[in-house]
C-alpha cells in the first residue's frame, strides 16, 4: 500500500511560481512511477507530467516550457516546479504513483488558484 501526500498549493498571481510537493509513505519509493494530473473545475483530471523509475519525463503540451517534474527516490519525495503560472493553470492538483503490478495509488490533492 502506498499513501501519498502533497502540498504546496496555495494562491499566487499570473506570472509567479509554486513548487509542489509529494511524499510516499511506502518501503521502496524507486520502484514506483510517479506523475502529477489536474482537475480544474468542471474539467476532468488530466496529466500534467510524468516521471518513470528510469528519470524519463514527459508533460502535457500546455505545461512544456513551463513545469519542471522532479523526485528524490533518497527522500520518497516528489515535486512539480510551476513557472509562469496562468489562470487556466488553476486546479486541484493529484499525485499518482504506480508500480510494476499496474496499480495506481492517488495523494488527497492540493488546491493551486492562479489569479489573473
Known amino acids: 500500500q502506498v499513501q501519498l501526500v502533497e502540498s504546496g498549493g496555495g494562491l499566487v498571481q499570473a506570472g509567479g511560481s509554486l513548487r509542489l510537493s509529494c511524499v510516499a509513505s511506502?518501503?521502496?519509493?524507486?520502484?514506483?512511477?510517479m506523475a502529477w494530473h489536474r482537475q480544474g473545475p468542471g474539467n476532468q483530471r488530466d496529466l500534467v507530467a510524468r516521471?518513470?523509475?528510469?528519470?524519463?519525463?514527459n508533460y502535457a503540451d500546455s505545461v512544456k516550457g513551463r513545469f519542471i517534474i522532479s523526485r528524490d527516490d533518497r527522500k520518497k519525495t516528489v515535486y512539480l516546479q510551476m513557472n509562469s503560472l496562468k489562470p487556466e493553470d488553476t486546479a486541484v492538483y493529484y499525485c499518482?504513483?504506480?508500480?510494476?503490478?499496474?496499480?495506481?495509488?492517488w495523494g488527497q490533492g492540493t488546491q493551486v488558484t492562479v489569479s489573473s
Open positions: 516521471i518513470a523509475i528510469t528519470g524519463t519525463r
Open positions: 499518482q504513483a504506480s508500480d510494476r503490478n499496474g496499480n495506481t495509488y
Open positions: 511506502v518501503r521502496v519509493f524507486g520502484i514506483l512511477n
